[in-house]
Nanobody, 121 residues
Framework: DVQLVESGGGSVQAGGSLRLSCTHS????????MGWFRQAPGKAREGIAG???????YYAGSVKGRFTMSRDSFKNTVYLQMDRLKPNDTAVYYCAVRDAFCSPNKDAYTYWGQGTQVTVS
């Protein structure tokens, strides 16, 4: 099994930045996609970014140009750099893994972290 632990959430003013981390244990191969999702109160969980070692990646339109994913394979960690944050970025952010190409569909992911809160005021 894969276990995921997110960190780095917090409160920030609009226009500020945060960097989320997702550290995984268990085997992650080059075919696995690691994705970031978020869920705001009263809203569905939405996929916002994903990355795979072969270069496959995507960003949702709502975050493209402001958020950037990266990975450090030696640390078994992926990051989500979030810049120019807006109040409507407020949500719980989740890291997830699927054994296939990246997708924004939450139902396609097998493993999930516990989430980390991001609040933008």
């Amino acid at each position: 099994d894969v276990q995921l632990v997110e960190s780095g959430g917090g409160s920030v003013q609009a226009g500020g930045s945060l960097r989320l981390s997702c550290t995984h244990s268990g085997y992650i191969s080059s075919r696995h996609c690691m994705g970031w999702f978020r869920q705001a109160p009263g809203k569905a969980r939405e996929g916002i970014a994903g990355i795979r070692r072969d270069g496959d990646e995507y960003y949702a339109g709502s975050v493209k140009g402001r958020f950037t994913m990266s990975r450090d394979s030696f640390k078994n960690t992926v990051y989500l750099q979030m810049d120019r944050l807006k109040p409507n970025d407020t949500a719980v952010y989740y890291c997830a893994v699927r054994d296939a190409f990246c997708s924004p569909n939450k139902d396609a992911y097998t493993y999930w972290g516990q989430g980390t809160q991001v609040t933008v005021s």
